[in-house]
């Protein structure tokens, strides 16, 4: 497999490689000159009549060539590889492989011999340990299809401030695609887990940065009830195909609307454990928030006053039309995209064009399956020509609603559900 990336250009600002950056003068740089602008009616376009309001210059990704990647993802790294979906790539209701993110935290593994891949279930609180084939878990289990939503637990970090540590996703770090394998609940009932099991974790042959192969670069997982739900899959497909290396050919698990992370990859080992899994990144504050709300840029507390992250909260995405839109010839415009909510179902949704003061209630679809998300759309008729923001906002069915600003900031950045929000020019 090819991985490629150009170099940015000389005169490139190198914070330019973020998308959905902080602040409305980066927003407004992005929305109307980073992104091509969307003609409707078969109206021209002119880009140059708003080079005056976005005086910070246009917003461009870092070229990138990936093989079985769309071109137009972001590279955030390339050690490990950490790469953004554009939200206008994500218009898709199931999203294509090619556009999905990518979320590593060591490197992939070697060559991999699929015919001779095996699956090992072991821990305190398993009663054998028991090994699988591939070829085995395909041929004694009943397979089972279902789209399920993942979203990195960084997803909206760039928008903090102070910035939280780690790699600064915009809002593209979220999927939803079809995975097809066994039900993780089917093969820990063959294998015998005993009534002392708490936890639920994985581990992978992804290989730690250093290249020390005694070192784990990240072994996360969830708790029993997560792991015997029906969605909870140990799959070998997405999208109907074989998964590709970068997102954990030959096999892997799928735990839909938690954090991405949550769902390891290139999985050989699952252990069933009677305490709180201890792996790597499950501690030192990794994908955990502070249990209680801290000061803006405070030091992080230590583990036991922090609480793991689990199922993702309300969120929602524009998706169409792409950021940067010039519209002419018309003052009402389709706006769609999805929302989900974790665990939960999302109940309404709701666009802005005035900043908030009056909201607009969508058409909202219900999920395909749980743990899928949710389609949505509306005509927004917009009052006159200019500057406009569309904001997009849920509500889950247990009432909570993403909320207009950034919410309580975290030492890791995590958990942002703020409105996402995009330009658009009515000439």
Same mark, same amino acid.
């Given at each position: 497999m090819e991985?490629?990336?150009?170099?940015?250009?000389?005169?490139?600002?190198?914070?330019?490689?973020?998308?959905?950056?902080?602040?409305?003068? &980066?927003? /407004?740089?992005?929305?109307?000159?980073?992104?091509?602008?969307?003609?409707?009616?078969?109206?021209?376009?002119?880009?140059?009549? /708003?080079?005056?309001?976005?005086? $910070?210059?246009?917003?461009?990704?870092?070229?990138? $060539?990936?093989?079985?990647?769309?071109?137009? /993802?972001?590279?955030? $790294?390339?050690?490990?590889?950490?790469?953004?979906?554009?939200?206008? /790539?994500?218009?898709?209701?199931? &999203?294509?492989?090619?556009?999905?993110?990518?979320?590593?935290?060591?490197?992939?593994?070697?060559?991999?011999?699929?015919?001779?891949?095996t699956l090992t279930i072991e821990g305190e609180s398993a009663r054998t340990k028991k090994v699988f084939t591939l070829a085995e878990l395909q041929s004694k289990f009943k397979h089972y299809t279902y789209q399920l939503q993942l979203e990195c637990g960084g997803n909206g970090r760039a928008e903090f401030s102070p910035p939280g540590k780690g790699n600064q996703w915009g809002n593209g770090a979220v999927y939803c695609s079809e995975w097809t394998g066994v039900r993780v609940k089917d093969v820990l009932e063959a294998a015998g887990i005993k009534p002392d099991a708490v936890y639920v974790a994985y581990y992978g042959k992804d290989v730690h940065l250093s290249g020390d192969t005694s070192k784990v670069p990240i072994s996360r997982g969830v708790p029993i009830k997560k792991a015997l739900e029906d969605e909870s899959l140990i799959a070998w497909a997405i999208n109907g195909k074989a998964i590709p290396e970068m997102h954990g050919y030959p096999l892997r698990v799928v735990f839909g609307g938690w954090p991405a992370s949550a769902s390891g990859k290139w999985v050989d080992r699952i252990v069933v454990r009677n305490k709180v899994h201890d792996g790597p990144k499950m501690n030192k504050g990794s994908y955990m928030v502070p249990a209680r709300p801290i000061p803006p840029g405070a030091p992080a507390p230590d583990d036991k006053d922090m609480r793991i992250i689990e199922s993702m909260p309300v969120r929602s995405l524009i998706t169409y039309p792409k950021t940067g839109a010039i519209v002419k010839g018309k003052k009402t415009l389709q706006v769609r995209g999805h929302a989900w909510a974790g665990d939960l179902e999302v109940k309404e949704i709701h666009v802005s064009t005035d900043f908030g003061a009056t909201w607009q209630k969508c058409e909202l679809e219900k999920p395909v399956n749980r743990l899928a998300w949710q389609h949505w759309k509306t005509q927004v008729k917009f009052p006159s020509t200019g500057y406009f923001e569309v904001w997009a906002r849920a509500t889950d069915t247990a009432g909570a609603s993403q909320p207009m600003v950034v919410p309580a900031w975290n030492p890791g950045g995590y958990l942002n559900n703020a409105c996402h929000r995009i330009a658009i020019q009515i000439a």
């Open positions: 991985y490629r990336m150009q170099q940015t250009p000389p005169n490139q600002d190198k914070a330019d490689h973020t998308p959905d950056a902080t602040g409305r003068r &980066t927003f /407004l740089a992005k929305g109307l000159l980073g992104t091509l602008a969307l003609a409707l009616g078969g109206s021209a376009v002119n880009l140059k009549s /708003l080079q005056a309001a976005a005086q $910070s210059g246009s917003l461009k990704p870092a070229a990138f $060539s990936m093989q079985g990647k769309h071109p137009d /993802l972001v590279v955030l $790294s390339d050690r490990p590889w950490n790469v953004e979906t554009p939200p206008h /790539l994500l218009d898709d209701r199931v &999203t294509p492989t090619d556009r999905v993110f990518i979320r590593n935290n060591g490197l992939p593994p070697g060559k991999v011999d699929a015919a001779s891949w």
